[in-house]
């Protein structure tokens, strides 16, 4: 499996392939990972274009271990084929497939990676893939969508086409999204990836996207996509673990360690009822802060 299936994505920002300056230095604001989009924010007659700045972009930048995954365009249109050959060539570390809606869509671009990585010399099974749920269909057939490929390290949720889609809106509330959301992160857990949240593209309301990525975190998300540098900091804020959260995982862990050895099953932490249960939840939160770079513990 590939090392880099489960690695920190808080959060992933989109950029326009097409245009230098927006692609040559995004790592400076440290997203988790950056989406070169060459589907919606590029035009037709300019795809061309696109895929050559972003083959150069993906060979000549250092990114300085920012995960670079570039959203290809979609399968009922006649882009996506030479999309996936320039992305394996450039060596980008992932693909996202947008309007997925079956483990069929995602089969067939695996075979186009699989065919690039062949032609371009890439080591087999670099090249990761995601897949956006953007669809009623989609949301009902994600789990089928999760267990697609050893490749599929996540799904998203692509809010603003799953909304018209529902013949609704976004509203800023998440009512519209709450279904999606559950139904995906069900999915996405049961079938062990990641499940990463919808963008929030009102950048005048940065206290409702505040309150939005408190939500989603609460639901269990692994991150979210973001449009704005300016809304890195506070996902990572309500992502990373704080030194209260992780004193408390590192109590649990070694209690647990040391009453299981002992044959006590139940017993107490910092007042608080404790059994082997919460023993998982306590490595998650570890390892999640090692990830983040603010664990100074030795577990």
Known sequence: MNPNKKRLRRTMMFLNAQKPALIKDPYIYKPDSIMLDLEDAVAQNQKDVARFSLYHALQEIDYHGVERVVRINGLDTPYWQEDVRVCVAGGCDAIRIPKTESAEDVHRVEQAVIAAEKEFGREEGSTLLMAAIESARGVMRAMDVCESSE???????????????????????????????????????????????????????????????????????????????????????????????????????KEIDEKSAQGIGVFTVDGKMIDIAFYDGAKRTISLAKASGVYKGEL
Do not use: W
């Not at 959301?181 to 949240?197: E, K, T, Y």
């Open 151 to 253: 490749r599929l390290f996540g799904i998203a949720l692509s809010g603003g086409d799953y909304t018209k889609d529902m013949q609704t809106h976004i509203t800023g509330t998440g009512i519209e999204l709450m279904g999606a959301r559950q139904n995906m992160l069900i999915a996405a857990r049961a079938a062990g990836v990641q499940c990463f949240d919808t963008v929030y593209t009102n950048l005048d309301d940065m206290e409702g996207f505040r309150k939005d990525v408190e939500s989603i975190h609460l639901m269990g998300f692994d991150g979210k996509s973001i449009v704005n540098p300016r809304q890195i900091n506070i996902v990572h804020e309500i992502f990373t673990p704080t030194q209260k959260d992780i004193i408390f995982a590192e109590k649990v862990v």
